[in-house]
């Protein structure tokens, strides 16, 4: 084994990847312990020699997107290039699996009010790799911790269609976003047939469901090209677009991402 190699985590690698990432957050260590005992796919560790002292991974949706997971380096380990190393080897890895655009979230967090922001370095080493600042959801992990999400294109791919979705909408229901304390989703699925279930009241009451859960905010992503046929209902439901992740379900198409605060009133149609 060479100096230093990124591998792939096998399963009697966990302990030691847990005990890395715990080292900087205990909440990422204990949803990477979750996932590690569903799979390892694409989840890899940094070695040097025998010992591992850091992990990344990645996932890749059916647009071809893939998402980076919980990329930390052991404590003892930091300021050597290795972060940027790794860094390198899961961009490389995630091109030759065929990545179209690689996202990255973040947060804000700061230990004390006013101080630095915890993941400051991580963020200059995304930048440093060319990623993007996309996103920025105030109060989203928890009251005063907001996401940050970079994004880094590799290579073109699926074309726009040729004509906008309107294709009927079913709203499905609605759960806390993983990892957050109090921000939640609204979920829902194309109709191949049929007429759906969207309207502002349906939407409406969907949401209200999730307040009544003790969701503090809720979100609704929508494709760019199916924003058209549903604004207007958005709207009167007191949802506010937020931001946006370009070209995500392909080239030209951006997830809109709308969202609603608990307390906010929604206009009157």
């Not at 799979?39 to 990344?56: A, I, R």
Request: charged share 25%.
């Amino acid at each position: 084994m060479s100096a230093q190699q990124l591998l792939p985590l096998l399963d009697e690698h966990i302990p030691s990847a847990i005990a890395i990432i715990d080292q900087h957050d205990e909440d990422d260590a204990e949803y990477a312990q979750n996932t590690y005992k569903r799979s390892l796919d694409d989840q890899y560790g940094l070695f040097l020699e025998t010992q591992l002292v850091g992990v990344s991974g990645f996932t890749i949706d059916q647009n071809d997107i893939a998402w980076i997971s919980w990329t930390y380096l052991d404590q003892n380990h930091q300021g050597k290039g290795l972060g940027s190393f790794m860094l390198d080897q899961i961009i490389d890895k995630i091109h030759m699996a065929g990545g179209r655009k690689i996202f990255v979230a973040t947060s804000d967090y700061q230990e004390t009010p006013g101080g630095p922001l915890l993941y400051a370095a991580a963020m200059k080493l995304y930048e440093k790799h060319r990623f993007v600042r996309e996103v920025f959801h105030p109060d989203y992990y928890d009251e005063g911790e907001g996401q940050i999400i970079y994004g880094l294109r590799l290579k073109t791919g699926s074309s726009i269609p040729d004509t906008p979705s309107n294709s009927p909408i079913k709203l499905i229901g609605n759960g806390l976003i993983t990892e957050t304390e109090s921000s939640w989703f609204i979920e829902w699925q194309n109709e191949e047939s049929g007429t759906g279930n969207w309207s502002v009241q349906n939407l409406r009451a969907v949401t209200d469901d999730a307040f009544s859960k003790g969701a503090t905010s809720t979100f609704i992503s929508i494709p760019s090209n199916k924003i058209d046929f549903i604004i207007a209902d958005l709207v009167a439901a007191g949802y506010k677009l937020e931001a946006r992740l370009a070209d995500y379900y392909a080239d030209g198409i951006d997830e809109m991402r709308y969202r609603k605060l608990k307390n906010q009133q929604p206009n009157q149609t």
